[in-house]
């Protein structure tokens, strides 16, 4: 099969298309032709990291083209070849207290596809779990690919505990900030405003269902007393900083964005305040399993999300596009691009 890999270069040369031998699957194993695989701002912040050789990719679906036996994890799961599937970029034990109660990213064990551990799905083929996989229905089949972002920020907003009339802000407009409006406008919150510096990013949160957009330097003096929920989408250093200024008293702060640079911020402007913060990533199965509905009752369009679809040979270039100030909002890689 073909699969872009890691080279361990900068820039556009950060990836190569190589050839690798086609997956076989093991017990509790489906083997999926990808359709589609959307490119993540962790993918941005972790690929410098990697060494040669991975095959990165963590959002992605395709079509069921092999199943190994059904005596392993999730092996009573109930799939067939030409089945449109979304698999969680996650597996793991399905014994211990955080895979029974499908919190599988947080098992002791867990593997993640993608980064480095399983091979990813920037390829022809990929192989997953069973037991972390949902059918998608009724869409187009690179579609697939938006159930796992839109899992993420469904696991942001639900555990930002959204009240009635709650004054909203999302720091960032890019996947997982749209993600998380898509969420906000079908709930009770009041007013959703999103910050952006990118005009093409703003116009995407107005499409995700934000009430107003606004630059960051517009954000402190847009309410008067604060936001009661920051939803930080970014992963920048100083963001954190940022959410503290922007949240009200007894406010709450939940941080998506991943940053893997140091930061700081001051304490004390959330101790004087008594700001809640959580930080979250990933999501429960059930909240993949929700994102999936979601997007197979075609509440979700993908127009609203994505702004590109790209072939393999475009991996390194769009990787480079997407580490600068951009207006792009969800790019896909479907292997059968040319």
């Known amino acids: 099969m073909r699969a872009a890999v890691t080279t361990g270069r900068a820039g556009a040369d950060a990836f190569e298309v190589t050839e690798l031998p086609d997956p076989t699957p093991g017990p509790g194993d489906l083997v999926l032709r990808?359709?589609?695989?959307?490119?993540?701002?962790?993918?941005?912040?972790?690929?410098?990291?990697?060494?040669?050789?991975?095959?990165?990719?963590?959002?992605?679906?395709?079509?069921?083209?092999?199943?190994?036996?059904?005596?392993?994890?999730?092996?009573?799961?109930?799939?067939?070849?030409?089945?449109?599937?979304?698999?969680?970029?996650?597996?793991?034990?399905?014994?211990?207290?955080?895979?029974?109660?499908?919190?599988?990213?947080?098992?002791?064990?867990?593997?993640?596809?993608?980064?480095?551990?399983?091979?990813?799905?920037?390829?022809?083929?990929?192989?997953?779990?069973?037991?972390?996989?949902?059918?998608?229905?009724?869409?187009?089949?690179?579609?697939?690919?938006?159930?796992?972002?839109?899992?993420?920020?469904?696991?942001?907003?639900?555990?930002?505990?959204?009240?009635?009339?709650?004054?909203?802000?999302?720091?960032?407009?890019?996947?997982?900030?749209?993600?998380?409006?898509?969420?906000?406008?079908?709930?009770?919150?009041?007013?959703?405003?999103?910050?952006?510096?990118?005009?093409?990013?703003?116009?995407?949160?107005?499409?995700?269902?934000?009430?107003?957009?606004?630059v960051p330097d517009e954000v402190t003096g847009y309410v008067e007393d604060g936001f009661d929920v920051v939803i930080e989408c970014v992963g920048k250093p100083g963001m954190v900083a940022s959410a503290l200024d922007a949240v009200a008293t007894h406010g709450r702060i939940v941080v998506a964005g991943v940053c893997l640079s140091e930061d700081r911020f001051m304490p004390v402007a959330g101790v004087v305040k008594e700001v809640s913060i959580h930080f979250v990533s990933y999501y429960t199965r059930a909240e993949f399993v929700t994102a999936a509905a979601e997007l197979s009752s075609g509440a979700v369009g993908s127009s609203t999300l994505v702004s590109a679809i790209v072939g393999l040979d475009a991996v390194g270039r769009v990787f480079t596009e997407l580490s600068e100030p951009n207006d792009h909002r969800k790019v896909l890689v479907a292997p059968a691009v040319e």
Not at 119 to 127: M, Q
Not at 135 to 161: F, I, K, S, Y
Request: net charge negative.
């Open 34 to 214: 990808v359709a589609a695989n959307g490119i993540c701002g962790s993918d941005l912040s972790t690929a410098p990291f990697l060494p040669p050789g991975v095959v990165m990719g963590h959002e992605f679906a395709g079509e069921v083209v092999a199943i190994g036996p059904r005596s392993g994890p999730g092996g009573d799961t109930d799939f067939r070849v030409g089945d449109l599937v979304a698999s969680m970029p996650v597996r793991g034990c399905h014994r211990c207290r955080a895979c029974l109660a499908g919190d599988i990213a947080r098992c002791p064990s867990a593997q993640t596809l993608g980064l480095g551990v399983l091979p990813g799905a920037l390829a022809e083929f990929v192989v997953v779990g069973a037991a972390e996989s949902v059918r998608v229905e009724g869409v187009d089949p690179a579609e697939g690919a938006l159930v796992e972002p839109l899992a993420v920020g469904l696991h942001a907003v639900t555990r930002a505990a959204i009240a009635p009339d709650d004054r909203v802000l999302v720091l960032g407009a890019g996947p997982v900030g749209t993600a998380a409006l898509h969420w906000l406008s079908r709930g009770v919150a009041g007013e959703v405003i999103c910050s952006d510096p990118s005009p093409g990013r703003r116009a995407a949160a107005l499409d995700a269902g934000a009430s107003a957009v606004c």
